[in-house]
């Protein structure tokens, strides 16, 4: 029975010791031929988050009360500039502007008929003074009037969505307190609260590349708060996109990319990348053989990927390899094949 175990803990020391590092393929084969490319330096770029923003919000109220009569949009309903967007029972207003206009027009005939006999001079100056001033008043009145029946149907400020709705039909509208909230869709702005240690990096003018889930564009930082807030002490920077920006909605997530005057980091294509289970790696060429090198990785761009941690310098990599290609396997030929640094992009670490 002794004799059995000892055999059996060999025969499982044999296997461990056989094992190799983490997810390597043990395979024989012919020498193989390969293509490689170098890695790319560009300067490292730190990404921070940020927000889309409508350049105009609107919290829409009256200055009159009054009951809701309709409410003629919805959340999510377009508007343009000038189009309903509540009415309000306006019967005691509407009322009003008709007393007004009457009272209007005995005041234009009683001003006429002073005029004339202050021509006949059968009315002093001081009369036809005061039904001048009546008939002004009268004027005003029904202008005052005439203004808060137009407060009665409340209209769209702009072009836009209506993002929220407050008043059903029968509720009380009271003055300035809103009963809609609508934004510009169509305009947008990037705002992100950046670290102090950028204050003086990122100004106004400056070309910084946003981006969303969907895409990547030039940004003009339009303005740089100069005050520290918060205590993560940041300060706020707003920028619009040169470019449309697939994804930027109001409230949407984006990025802000700001470049890293510190240092470089490498790129790789993105076809290079070898993954093994939960390990990510990489072939390089030592000599004549190849080695699978374990690395992390940062942003990816198109068709590139950030090299984090992994080989030092700027080794050559394997380009597409295929399954069958194995640590330590004997190297035929190489051919270096160019990739173009244009498409190597200059995102980095994200914050």
Known sequence: MK?????????????????????????????????VTMPILARAVVTYPAEVSAKRVADIATR?????????????SRVSAGDRL?????????????????????????????????????????????????????????????????????????????????????????PGVPLLSMVDARTTDIVAELP?????????GAVLDVSTA????????????????????????????????????????ARVHVSSEDADTRWIPADAVVERGQLTGIYTIEGDVLRLRWVRLGARRADAVELLAGPPGTPSVVRRPSADLADGRSVASVREEAWVAGRAPSGGATR
């Open 214 to 253: 969907e895409s990547v564009v030039p940004a003009r930082v339009d303005r740089v708060v100069p005050a520290l807030a918060g205590g993560g002490r940041t300060f706020r920077a707003e920028l619009t996109p040169l470019e449309p920006l697939v994804g930027a909605y109001p409230g949407a997530y």
């Open 64 to 76: 009159m009360s009054g009951t809701v009569m309709e409410v003629h949009v919805d959340v999510g």
């Open 196 to 204: 102090a240690a950028l204050m003086g990096v990122v100004t106004e």
């Open 86 to 174: 509540v009415s309000l029972d306006a019967r005691d207003v509407t009322a009003r502007v008709g007393g007004a206009r009457a009272a209007l027009e005995l005041a234009e005939k009683s001003h006429g008929r002073i005029e004339r006999l202050a021509d006949g001079g059968a009315a002093s100056e001081q009369e036809l003074d005061a039904s001048a001033a009546r008939l002004e008043a009268a004027r005003s009145m029904l202008a005052e009037a005439q203004a808060q029946e137009a407060y009665a149907v409340v209209t769209a400020p702009f072009a836009g969505v209506v993002t929220d709705r407050r008043v059903d039909t029968g509720d009380l509208a009271n």
């Open 3 to 35: 004799t059995k175990l000892t055999l059996l803990a060999l025969s499982l020391g044999t296997v461990a010791c056989g094992s190799g590092e983490p997810g390597r393929v043990q395979t024989d084969g012919p020498p193989v031929d390969v293509t």
